[in-house]
């Protein structure tokens, strides 16, 4: 292929040489016809000489129109006509004179256009590597990084490539990329520390120009840099999750240690002293110390469901069992739950006057609904009123529990169902809590196609609001 274009810019040259030599000749049989003496006629051949140097790319073909001018001029315009013959020594010094001239004029033109053609090139090589450099920059991913230099390849070469990573099974390699016995061109890929894989041109047997291969290792160059580079952020984006995962799991047994501490003590103190001092407690003593630990029992799990929820969240292993349920039996559920915890709160509840039966998670929803009235009670005081409104709007079915208490602090309205976040206030009831409630009933309401919010009431107080569709997924 290299051979036949060589030779197809040989027959152009030579073709254009024979060109301008007849235009020469006869625009000179021409001037001489007007009675031009013969140093016009020269430099119609000199400009010819100039014009064959500046329409081909090779000094020789300068050289060759110089010599083809001084035996043109020789045959036609000097005596005797039509002859290889010179007697006079004028015409001698002046063909001489003009051959020198020629050479010289062509050779500095020859020169001139190489440098010109050179000063092209170099234009060209910069733009190519700025644009091949700045391709790359924008480009993240493995696959995506390879696959555009593959293609960047195929667009100002016109070979196919394929691309092989060191500990990759997989090969990349462009769409016209043919699995063959075709010789390639292989260039290592190389990284900051290492050799990263390697890349193999198939150009068989056929010579690259310059500009081709400057473009193949350019872009070896580029596919290490930004290997490396989205290597280097991946090792980065792997040990920043690490470190994440590290600091959850630090907090998380924090808190739980910290939220242990206080059902836990009074248990222990209240069955303690049961045991010790039953005999002498009157049936009103025993009976309020079995509901403090009661209570403090239905605390503990209801803490300890929040955390195998939160690690279940955690680990992608929430899943859901649904079912056709009947929201005034899980309402009534969750309800049953808090008869203990409320204490001296009033709770309203409101339900349709319709029974509506949703697809869902009921064991879920509970947890949802005891997570939100429990919020209630930690942020309200004694005799407070708390109300759980049941409603339909459009094709959901809402879910609202109300307080009035001091509502939510606006430094964590934003993130206040991101995990382990909780107000910085004393709580009313001193069970403060790890912040994850809020963010396992946001999971599980989006688990269910649902959607969750909080909201400051105008009369003081918080409002929590989810709805879940009516009719499932």
């Known amino acids: 292929m290299t051979i036949n274009r060589k030779n197809r810019e040989i027959a152009r040259s030579v073709m254009?040489?024979?060109?301008?030599?007849?235009?020469?000749?006869?625009?000179?049989?021409?001037?001489?016809g007007l009675g031009a003496g013969r140093e016009s006629i020269l430099m119609?051949?000199?400009?010819?000489?100039?014009?064959?140097?500046?329409?081909?790319?090779?000094?020789?073909?300068g050289l060759a129109a110089s010599v083809a001018g001084v035996v043109l001029f020789d045959f036609f315009f000097t005596e005797p006509r039509y002859a290889f013959l010179i007697y006079s020594a004028v015409d001698v010094m002046l063909l001489l004179f003009f051959l020198v001239t020629a050479v010289v004029s062509g050779t500095i033109t020859s020169r001139l256009q190489k440098q010109i053609s050179i000063s092209h090139q170099s234009e060209l090589t910069a733009r190519l590597l700025y644009k091949v450099a700045?391709?790359?920059?924008?480009?993240?991913?493995?696959?995506?990084?390879?696959?555009?230099?593959?293609?960047?390849?195929?667009?100002?070469?016109?070979?196919?490539?394929?691309?092989?990573?060191?500990?990759?099974?997989?090969?990349y390699f462009s769409e016209q990329y043919v699995q063959s016995d075709m010789e390639g061109l292989t260039i290592p890929i190389q990284g900051v520390a290492k050799q990263m894989g390697s890349l193999t041109l198939y150009c068989g047997r056929d010579e690259l120009?310059?500009?081709?291969?400057?473009?193949?290792?350019?872009?070896?160059?580029?596919?290490?840099?930004?290997?490396?580079?989205?290597?280097?952020?991946?090792e980065r984006e792997e040990i920043r999750v690490a470190m994440e995962r590290e600091r959850l799991r630090?907090?998380?047994?924090?808190?739980?240690?910290?939220?242990?501490?206080?059902?836990?003590?009074?248990?222990?103190?209240a069955s303690s002293l049961l045991t010790d001092?039953?005999?002498?407690?009157?049936?009103?003593?025993?009976?309020?110390?079995?509901?403090?630990?009661s209570e403090e029992m239905i605390w503990l799990a209801n803490f300890v469901e929040n955390i195998l929820n939160m690690t279940r969240i955690g680990e992608g292993q929430l899943f859901l069992h649904k079912e056709d349920e009947v929201v005034d039996d899980v309402v009534?559920?969750?309800?049953?739950?808090?008869?203990?915890?409320?204490?001296?709160?009033?709770?309203?509840?409101?339900?349709p006057n319709e029974v509506i039966s949703l697809p869902m998670d009921g064991k879920l929803v509970v947890q949802v609904l005891v997570n939100l009235l429990d919020n209630a009670v930690k942020h309200t005081p004694l005799e407070s009123c708390i109300d759980l409104k049941v409603g339909i709007l459009g094709n959901d079915v809402v879910f609202e529990v109300c307080d009035n208490g001091n509502g939510i602090a606006e430094d964590i309205m934003n993130r206040l169902f991101d995990g382990f976040t909780t107000p910085k206030n004393n709580i009313i009831d001193g069970k403060r809590g790890m912040g994850l409630g809020l963010a396992i009933c946001k999971a599980i309401v989006e688990a269910h196609g649902g959607a969750i919010r909080a909201e400051n009431?105008?009369?003081g107080g918080a409002r929590f609001v989810f709805s879940l569709p009516n009719g499932g997924e």
Do not use: C, W
């Open 277 to 293: 001092k039953f005999e002498q407690l009157s049936l009103e003593e025993q009976k309020k110390l079995a509901a403090d630990i």
């Open 44 to 61: 119609m051949f000199l400009l010819g000489v100039l014009f064959v140097t500046i329409l081909t790319n090779g000094y020789i073909y």
């Open 209 to 234: 120009t310059f500009q081709q291969e400057l473009v193949v290792k350019t872009v070896a160059t580029q596919l290490g840099a930004a290997l490396d580079r989205e290597y280097s952020y991946r």
């Open 457 to 459: 009431q105008p009369a």
């Open 250 to 269: 630090s907090t998380l047994l924090r808190s739980v240690a910290h939220d242990l501490r206080t059902p836990l003590t009074a248990l222990t103190g």
């Open 16 to 32: 254009k040489v024979l060109v301008v030599l007849t235009l020469s000749l006869l625009g000179s049989l021409l001037i001489a």
């Open 134 to 171: 700045e391709d790359f920059l924008h480009i993240t991913g493995k696959g995506n990084i390879i696959l555009r230099g593959i293609k960047y390849i195929y667009d100002h070469t016109g070979y196919a490539s394929r691309v092989i990573l060191d500990g990759d099974d997989q090969e």
């Open 332 to 351: 009534n559920e969750a309800t049953s739950h808090m008869s203990r915890i409320l204490q001296n709160r009033h709770l309203e509840v409101s339900l």
